[in-house]
């Protein structure tokens, strides 16, 4: 029987950062369980279609989207570390429990891939965790750099519910026993190939894309007679969880790329949120994540709910990319 995950984050305790998360990963992972649960009994419960709101981004809510929310907002004010939260579904912060030295700020995505919510496909929760700076919590002390982050990870919604987190060394990979109530760890230490050949990206908006991203997706689709060498893949589905988990699984590289729409060289993906967990995801197994030509980890987020350009995955295809960028 492979170790719980409370096993498992009892065997790092010597780990100061470990054990010093361990009751907020215990409180979240409570959550996605809650959330996988609403999601399953969706069609039944009289759960699903629209929520009749838009978050602040402009996006129709779904009633799952709002859910999702509260029982993560309920789970991290259960967790006495969690001083506040910020959410893709909120405007503004909250405060949750008392700050002290020891205290931890949850940022979280609790529904991603909200599209794929009422057709049964895949859908996901993302988080990350940073240390709270001392003093009152406002906005600005979550406006930090992603290499900052303390702990970052998704549930995953699919055949099995998953729970995949990373403290910075090393990603492990966690299955729901159903019948149990928890995760075992079955997926340790996983790791990413620095080369590929499957890609991701949504190629409907392909006439928006900058040119130095153009370029890479036609060499790649130009496969084993163009300047690649070889054929790729290409896989795509609409939730970043699910995509970034294939990627850990068997490799690749997910491109939601700055482009010309409005705002401008924006994207779509939101960098706390979501390209930031994600980031330290795949550089602990030992990918690259970036901008599109920067370390997404380095950016200076400058508002809680600001777009990035996100590629990311097998290192040498991000690195590839980014060079496209300097030569052009
Ligand atoms: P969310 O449901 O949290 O708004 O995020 C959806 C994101 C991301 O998960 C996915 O990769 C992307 O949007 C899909 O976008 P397209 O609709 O352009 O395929
Ligand atoms: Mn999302
Ligand atoms: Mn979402």
Redesign the pocket.
Known sequence: MPPSLATFLASQQHEPTVARLAPALQHIAGACIAIARAIRQAALTGSQGLAGSDNIQG?AQQKL?VISNELMIEAARRCPQIAALAS?ELDDIVQLNASTADSLLLLT?P?????NLDIGMT?GSIFSLLPATAGSVTTASFLRPGHEQCCAGYALYGPATMLVFTTGSEVNGFTLDEARGEFLLTHPQLQIAPECSEFAI?A??LRHWELPVQRYIAECQAGSAGPRGKDFNMR??????A?VHRILLRGGVFL?PRDARQPPGAG??RLLY?ANPMALLIEAAGGAASNGSERLLDMNPERLHQRTGVVLGARNEVERLASYHLSH
Request: glycine share 4%; proline share 0%; hydrophobic share 40%.
């Open positions: 996006e989207d893709e995505d529904l991603d891939g909200s599209s859908v949504n409907a908006n795509w589905v609409a939730a970043m969880v995509d939601y779509k993906l979501e």
